[in-house]
DNA sequence: TTGTATGCGTTATCAG
DNA sequence: CTGATAACGCATACAA
């Protein structure tokens, strides 16, 4: 069922069954119905293909996130569906694994399939590498820091966590051990790291390097895995801040199995506010960025890179709000 | 960059390019060779709406979920998109927002973006609804019933509640609470309520209509607000089955809102075994269904019927265990 | 206001 | 084993 199938039948041109369906002026109202007419009776849709062959956009952009089975991802990927929605975009999701290769491979992918620009999860791929792609539209998302080459919608790494930290001082905490992954390069880790040592700083604290549990993944079980460790020091930890709420749920389920109670114990907060952070047992004290900002503004940079390509690369800090709930007060 | 361009710089026929770029055989050692080398030094990429236009095919499956922000989806997606790459597709995500609309919109989507297959879950659409595009390969995922018109991957949703419920009595529950949806039509809700009944039946105790707590939806908030109305009431709940683990994690948080202890007071027990569900304080007891044998046989069933449209529709339905933790010991 | 010719980049077919 | 030619379905430019 093609263009020409539909001119057969409605007794006109291809051209203007075209004309019709783009919703171009010069088409007179009768035959414009005629050929509607045409395009029920026959079931015709255009041909994304061949329209794409022709104009060389495919109205799709790519998300490349770790993992979108993650309730951090899932939702961030849920925001930049909407947004993309709503200026007549496609999203296409690809997984990454959380590796420099597969994040590499996401933006190999999204030139191969054509997608009109990239919006790019990356958390370990990093300035050193060779990203030759500086001229397709790619909108850096999250943690990693590219020298400004890119696009970037960065997450308010270090004075949330520096925020988070204060916070816990506040409450009473001296002894507050962060619960992250390993400290090289330049990015969400060691940023929040930053932001940790600061308002450590800041209060008047001393830091004690012996307080960094390094974690394998960003998951729960490593965070279960960092909370037995917590639990088995000799000296007590009255304060914890996880790198993410994912991590920090598996905490508080690590110390819950070591008899250590949240709040009264060891004060617990996290990042991200995960939609099931306010429903933890206790609930979740939490760096909350605002994750449709941070979308709207990634889907706005793509869009409006695809419409000028030269425009210099922007950079954003999403802002945040401390969500203070039960594993603190 | 076409693969004419690609051809000169080779000094063979853009046709050889092609055999080459798709590993057709009947091409010679050297020739192959230079002209790898020439695709290598122009940086040519295969322009996929071309091929499309011309063989048909996408090389893309849709998946519509009625949100990925909802850790069931999100892993589902995960496995599907797994599944999909070892075939060699990838996968495209589309919200539905658990509206019938969103669902048919799918379809159509689908479609219109020429994807070769689309996975539906399906939570809205029902048999009655008027589903015309059965010559297009669609694979129903998940609870509604279409009368097996379509391929469908359906949860264990009877056989799983009902062993759930039957492990309360087991443990010894008597006052058996459902948190669930309404129960009209065939469907993800009603099928996991016949279970319920069933193992009622089977262990020998009445079914009490007021122990049906509805939903408005299949949220955390949704289940929340379930506790609170069973922690007013007079006669105590010894167990509940939660229709869902998003669901059950706000009913735990809302009985530990209202003073109830779980399992002593109230034992609880949910369904999908979503990836925080060992993590919760208590840890939840829920059925667990095989997400990996669904994913794979869906995008099994899709591949298969872009190969042979004509094959009459399967029905499968997913295996499943309980995991028996902390909310029901 | 409508129609005709042409080409987008690829692959199927068939001839060399 | 390699190459010429003709589609795939649509949109641009221009003619009528």
Chains 1, 2 share one sequence.
Not at 211 to 219: C, E, G, I, K, V
């Amino acid at each position: 069922m093609t263009m020409s199938d539909v001119a057969r039948l409605a007794g006109v041109s291809k051209m203007t069954v075209s004309n019709v369906v783009n919703n171009r002026a010069g088409v007179s109202e009768p035959v414009r119905r005629r050929v509607m007419e045409a395009i029920r009776q026959s079931g015709y849709r255009v041909n994304v293909s061949a329209r794409t062959l022709r104009s060389g956009r495919t109205g799709v952009i790519g998300l490349a996130v770790p993992d979108i089975d993650s309730p951090y991802f899932g939702h961030l990927a849920s925001h930049v569906i909407d947004e993309a929605g709503q200026r007549g975009f496609h999203v296409a999701i690809e997984e990454t694994g959380a590796a420099a290769t597969g994040e590499a491979d996401a933006i190999a992918h999204s030139r191969t399939l054509q997608f009109d620009g990239l919006i790019l999860s990356a958390v370990e791929l990093n300035r050193r590498d060779d990203l030759t792609d500086a001229d397709y539209p790619i909108v850096m998302l999250g943690e990693q820091d590219f020298g400004g080459r890119f696009d970037h919608v960065a997450m308010p790494n270090e004075e949330g966590t520096k925020a988070a930290t204060a916070h816990l001082v506040d409450q009473g905490c001296s002894r507050i051990a962060i619960v992250t992954g390993g400290l090289e390069g330049v990015n969400m880790v060691t940023r929040r790291h930053e932001g940790y040592l600061a308002a450590l700083a800041e209060r008047g604290l001393g830091h004690d390097p012996a307080l960094h549990f390094a974690l394998a993944d960003m998951s729960m079980e490593a965070g279960w895995d960092a909370a037995q460790r917590i639990a088995d020091r000799d000296r007590p930890v009255d304060g914890v801040v996880a790198v993410t709420d994912t991590v920090a749920q598996g905490v508080l389920r690590g110390l819950a199995d070591r008899g250590l109670r949240v709040p009264d114990d060891v004060r617990l907060i996290g990042f991200d506010d995960i939609p099931g952070a306010k429903f933890m047992v206790p609930s979740l004290s939490t760096v909350a960025p605002d994750h449709g900002w941070m979308a709207a503004k990634a889907v706005e940079l793509v869009a409006d890179r695809i419409h000028t390509p030269l425009r210099p690369a922007g950079q954003y800090v999403a802002p945040f709000k401390l969500e203070i709930r039960e594993s603190t007060r």
